[in-house]
Nanobody
Framework: QVQLVESGGGLVQPGGSLRLSCAAS????????MRWYRQAPGKERELVAF???????NYPDSVKGRFTISRDSAKKTIFLQMNSLKPEDTAVYLC??????????????WGRGTQVTVSS
């Protein structure tokens, strides 16, 4: 069975940095695309970044110039480097992926999420 596991969240001061990781595991033939979303209480889920095979994303204005997505294909892992963090970046950050599995074919999967809190 396929799993996505996020890590790297925590409490950080405004202006600080965090690096999130999302590792995929299980019966995986290939990964078409992986994404980072975030969701704060009472707010819509927001697509933060995505990366496919050799492609990246146009980041939304809310994170542009501060966040960077990257991929380690051999390890089936993506990262989200977050710099110059602001209190409004506080949210649960969720990993999402379109994965081609050996048994079920292409399916979409979600991780559980990791909490990022930016506060003094």
């Amino acid at each position: 069975q396929v799993q996505l596991v996020e890590s790297g969240g925590g409490l950080v001061q405004p202006g600080g940095s965090l690096r999130l990781s999302c590792a995929a595991s299980g019966s995986i033939r290939s990964i078409a695309i992986m994404r980072w979303y975030r969701q704060a209480p009472g707010k819509e889920r927001e697509l933060v970044a995505f990366i496919g095979s050799g492609s990246s994303t146009n980041y939304p204005d809310s994170v542009k110039g501060r966040f960077t997505i990257s991929r380690d294909s051999a390890k089936k892992t993506i990262f989200l480097q977050m710099n110059s963090l602001k209190p409004e970046d506080t949210a649960v950050y969720l990993c999402n992926a379109d994965i081609d599995t050996y048994v079920l074919g292409v399916r979409n999967y979600w991780g559980r999420g990791t909490q990022v809190t930016v506060s003094s």
